[in-house]
């Protein structure tokens, strides 16, 4: 079946430092990826998705690639701000199956 | 536009008691419609989701029940809560028919289980 691998957090950064969460998945076919970010006391808001090989998702400056040959789609940020602090998750979707496979989510902490 | 909307937004409730959260959904017709939880400091399960009215899935066989009894609603119910039902109840809804299952989620019903 699918699933969905993710770095552990929490994951702590000053302001202004790049941010790399690794997610890593298994799938039958081809799926479409997203991220998935919810910040404290909320619902998960679509932050980016990639639908097949090769594509880029962006959104408020974050992006992640669509690497079908690694079964990855890493997210990254040149410059993370206070306000980035929150939970991410990483999903897959295929064809066959009308719902999403989350990662475990990773915690991202950003002091000023 | 679409809004998708949960209510309560927190609910504090004994041990034993019912439950019936409400979750419904604007601007779209035959959504799929999805419940999940996440306990503290946890990631998501998914509990229930509906292709249509009367049609509900359960993924986890546990002392709770979903009913779809309108297009756009989705209520989750229990008959007798138990401590560990507390959590964060997520409503979501997606495309149907769509090749791929991008959903969107309700800000959440905070449930504590005394």
């Known amino acids: 079946g699918n699933s969905v691998t993710q770095m552990e957090g929490p994951v702590t950064l000053s302001e202004e430092a790049f941010l790399t969460i690794n997610c890593t998945y298994t799938?039958?076919?081809?799926?479409?990826l997203f991220w998935y970010v919810q910040y404290p006391g909320e619902g998960l808001q679509l932050l980016l998705k990639?639908?097949?090989?090769?594509d880029k998702g962006s959104n408020k400056g974050f992006e992640a690639t669509y690497r079908k040959e690694t079964t990855s789609f890493h997210l990254e940020k040149g410059s993370v701000q206070v306000s980035d602090s929150a939970v991410y998750f990483c999903?897959?979707?295929?064809?066959?199956?009308?719902?999403?496979?989350f990662g475990a989510g990773t915690q991202v902490v950003v002091t000023p | 536009s679409q809004t998708i909307h949960q209510w309560p937004a927190t609910l504090v409730q004994p041990v034993g008691s019912p439950l019936s959260l409400e979750c419904t959904v604007e601007g779209t017709s035959n959504p799929n419609l999805y419940w999940y939880r996440q306990a503290a400091g946890r990631g998501l399960q998914l509990l229930f989701y509906?292709?249509?009215?009367?049609?509900i899935s359960s993924e986890v066989p546990q002392n709770l029940s979903a009913s779809r009894p309108q297009d756009r609603q989705f209520i989750l119910s229990s008959k007798k809560l138990l401590l560990s039902d507390s959590g964060f109840y997520l409503c979501?809804?997606?495309?149907?028919?769509?090749?791929?299952?991008?959903?969107?989620f309700g800000p959440g019903t905070r449930l504590t289980v005394l």
């Open positions: 799938a039958t076919g081809y799926p479409s």
């Open positions: 979501a809804w997606s495309v149907s028919g769509l090749n791929y299952n991008e959903q969107f």
């Open positions: 990639a639908t097949k090989a090769d």
């Open positions: 509906s292709v249509g009215i009367g049609q």
């Open positions: 999903a897959l979707s295929d064809w066959a199956e009308r719902k999403l496979q």
